[in-house]
């Protein structure tokens, strides 16, 4: 069975600081791997996707992750964080090739950002 | 081009009423997915539907909950005699062909709560 693990629940930054939110997955087949951000009272919103290719992968508004297949990691990071990302973020999997293709998340990262 | 489209947004019921969320996916797309958010929780996967079809429902309580997807129309999904339990977003995501990391587009959600 799949699993994914968000280690931290919450993360307190300050503004203009480097982040890095943490996301480690269990699978015994191969996997694409989501990042979702959630502002409050509002649905998922995409942020990055890997589905194959290059390890490092860029998304929306600045945040890039990298995919470790040795470490079934898949940390996100922005070098540079603005009050605006104060939000939840959601590291997500789905089977590779599968036909069902539901997405497995994990609890999630409060990332709140301080001025 | 409207994105997924839940209603209500917010739902109230007392224990033992029938809520029913509804959920029109983004054009062009006959896939839909149900998930449910519980507080301090990540998403949880219920059920995948295609046009008239239950593909997967391994994440549906074995009572109580249904869903449907009819042929025109929205995708239903439906509680009967609700419990506070129950409480929860309820978020839909629609796509264009399942798995092969199709893009999931998630909408708004539904929050109900029960009183």
């Known amino acids: 069975a799949q699993s994914v693990t968000q280690l931290d629940s919450q993360v307190p930054v300050f503004e203009e600081a480097p982040v890095e939110l943490r996301c480690n997955y269990s699978?015994?087949?191969?996997?694409?791997l989501f990042w979702y951000v959630q502002y409050p009272n509002q649905g998922l919103q995409l942020l990055l996707k890997?589905?194959?290719?290059?390890?490092l992968v860029k998304g929306i508004n600045g945040f890039e992750a990298e995919f470790n297949k040795s470490q079934t990691s898949f940390h996100l990071r922005k070098p540079s964080v603005h009050i605006s990302d104060t939000a939840e973020y959601f590291c997500?999997?789905?089977?590779?090739?599968?036909?069902?293709?539901?997405?497995?998340f994990g609890k999630g990262t409060k990332l709140s950002v301080k001025p | 081009n409207a994105g997924v489209m839940q209603n209500p947004r917010h739902l109230v019921r007392r224990r033992g009423q029938e809520a029913r969320l509804r959920c029109s996916p983004m054009?062009?797309?006959?896939?839909v997915y149900w998930y449910r958010q519980l507080p301090e929780e990540g998403l949880k996967f219920m059920v995948y539907l295609q046009k008239e079809n239950i593909i997967d429902e391994s994440g549906m309580p074995k009572e109580r909950f249904s869903a449907e997807f009819p042929k025109e129309g929205p995708s239903i999904l439906r509680i009967q005699q609700v419990v506070r339990g129950d409480s929860a977003a309820y978020f839909c995501a629609s796509s264009p062909k399942p798995g092969q990391g199709a893009g999931y587009t998630f909408g708004s959600g539904t929050r109900l709560t029960v009183v």
């Open positions: 054009k062009g797309h006959s896939h």
């Open positions: 997500a999997v789905m089977n590779y090739g599968g036909s069902q293709g539901n997405l497995i």
């Open positions: 890997y589905l194959s290719g290059s390890t």
């Open positions: 699978s015994s087949v191969s996997v694409y």
